[in-house]
């Protein structure tokens, strides 16, 4: 899954707020279902605010933050993040 907020200038508390409740009531999907998740975002300051609120949460799965959608590629491709169920 990739969460692209890479145009997003401002990073409202709303917008953190949803993909945290998302990634929790999708949680147990995501442990037989979700190969990983890659948050992509070119700003650091965007990455810089949503991280720590997001470090709250604890993936079954991968999860990653990304500056390209190249990056997010090469993560989702890495061994060390096949799903094994």
Do not use: G, W
Request: charged share 15%; aromatic share 10%.
């Amino acid at each position: 899954m990739i969460i692209n907020i890479k145009d997003t200038s401002i990073i409202p508390v709303s917008l953190v707020s949803q993909i945290y409740n998302m990634l929790n009531q999708l949680e147990s999907i995501f442990k037989t279902n979700l190969h990983s998740t890659c948050i992509l975002s070119k700003k650091s300051t965007s990455i810089h605010f949503i991280k720590p609120i997001l470090n709250a949460y604890k993936p079954s799965r991968p999860l990653k933050f990304t500056n390209t959608y190249e990056e997010c590629k090469q993560f989702f491709i890495n061994p060390k993040n096949i799903l094994h169920i």
